[in-house]
């Protein structure tokens, strides 16, 4: 499978622009199986209010993102993951939409919600699904879900063989924490981080890391961007590597976990 990752600082509040801009990209390369984009790249990250991001969230199937998606992924025969914000009734969701071939196979809600997200999203209610594309499992996570192993152990668990992250970092620790993912789980990860620095009102400001990158399951960098500029990293990886849990000749990571004796609650 042939994965492209596309780091980039989305412009604040304009879904259009950012899809034009995003579409000026993936037209420029072809024979990719599998886009991942950041968090919430149609509209950026920072806003004032519920309201707010409520007036540009879209709703899936309905908006322009997801015309544009059913568009571009049948038009190029690719598939892609990215992060949007979902309007859903009454709720807004900052979400990951995967479409394959101008079909929407998925939604992934985004549990653990950063900081001031908390303000802004409902946080999904769903366990993190594991959605079949071109025959790979792919796992989705988004952004400050890393900080909770058991999330991407729920993953692995249900057969991801790629865990597709879009994010928007700010915290410098994931980019080494998802090398630990792979180990721990022995699965590929592609974290997809956007550059930038976004302010609200002249009172809060964040930038962002980029350092977008994808490991191997050995953990393994298998590529890696800069930490402040655009660009596009594109890995080939075998998925059915992600299927062997086995250690060396006797231990096998998954058969010799003892649930039995660890808390989850
Ligand atoms: C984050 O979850 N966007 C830090």
Redesign the pocket.
């Known amino acids: 499978m042939k994965i492209a990752l596309y780091q980039f600082a989305p412009l604040w509040g304009n879904v259009s622009g950012n899809l034009k801009k995003i579409e000026s990209t993936l037209c420029r390369h072809t024979n990719i199986d599998l886009w991942i984009l950041p968090?919430?790249c149609t509209t950026g990250?920072l806003f004032n209010s519920k309201t707010e991001i409520g007036s540009i969230a879209e709703s899936f199937p309905g908006g322009q993102t997801d015309s544009w998606l059913m568009s571009i992924t049948k038009r190029l025969n690719t598939s892609v993951v990215m992060g949007v914000a979902e309007k859903c009734n009454k709720n807004i969701y900052?979400s990951a939409v995967i479409f394959d071939n101008g079909v929407h196979i998925g939604t992934y809600r985004?549990i653990?919600?950063?900081?001031n997200?908390k303000h802004l999203f409902d946080p999904g209610n769903e366990a993190p699904a594991v959605f079949t594309v071109r025959g790979v499992r792919i796992g989705v996570m988004?952004?400050?879900?890393?900080i909770f192993p058991e999330a991407a152990r729920t993953l692995a668990l249900d057969g991801a063989q790629l865990i597709a992250h879009p994010?928007?970092?700010?915290?410098p620790y994931?980019p080494d924490a998802m090398v630990t993912r792979s180990i721990e789980n022995r699965i590929f990860t592609a974290t997809a981080n956007r550059i930038g620095t976004e302010k609200l009102s002249g009172r809060h400001q964040l930038t962002f890391i980029g350092n977008s990158q994808v490991t191997n399951i050995s953990g393994k960098r298998l590529g890696q961007l800069s930490k402040d500029r655009e660009g596009v990293l594109i890995v080939d990886i075998d998925p059915a590597e992600a299927d062997n849990k086995s250690i060396n000749q006797n231990n096998d990571l998954f058969l010799d976990r003892k649930p039995e004796l660890y808390r989850l609650n």
């Open positions: 968090e919430l990250y900052n985004k653990h919600l950063f900081d997200e988004i952004c400050f879900d890393w994010a928007n970092l700010v915290l994931c």
